[in-house]
């Protein structure tokens, strides 16, 4: 448990730093740093964001002495999360309805990523035909 405030990566729609005090390999943020990261704001009705509002049937699950638990809010919004708090390090993947659109409309994000020669490719390169994209990790 790391009581001391910290700076800490956090990628979502953008790539942030906040401010993140760490309890239990959770980052714990200042409420206001939720709009930079997830474009949503705490309020008493719920996560808000303009007039549009997800309701918290229990706010005292996201608010921890300190402030907020991000990977709480985050799931709230149906975003999955992964932090990494010696590395102070947080990944945020898009809401579920985005997933599943995608995945309906079989439609990948445009990713850019190195081809056997070292250069930079889009998918969208290939638009119109099927590809194949084949990934591993060495962890």
């Known amino acids: 448990m790391n009581e001391t405030s910290t700076p800490t990566i956090v990628i979502a729609d953008d790539e942030t730093v906040v401010e993140a005090t760490w309890f239990d390999d959770r980052p714990v943020v200042d409420p206001s740093a939720l709009e930079a990261v997830l474009g949503w704001n705490l309020k008493p009705e719920g996560l808000c964001r303009g007039d549009a509002c997800v309701p918290l049937p229990d706010q005292s699950a996201l608010e921890h002495p300190e402030g907020i638990d ?3 809010a985050a799931g709230t919004l149906g975003r ?60």
């Open 80 to 139: 999955p999360t992964l932090a990494d708090p010696d590395a102070q390090m947080v990944a945020i993947g898009v809401p579920a309805d985005d997933r599943q659109r995608a995945l309906v409309d079989r439609q990948a994000p445009d990713a850019t990523l190195l081809d056997l020669d070292g250069n930079q490719r889009q998918l969208s390169e290939w638009s119109g035909t099927r590809r194949l994209l084949v990934a591993f990790s060495s962890w």
């Open 70 to 72: 991000l990977m709480a």
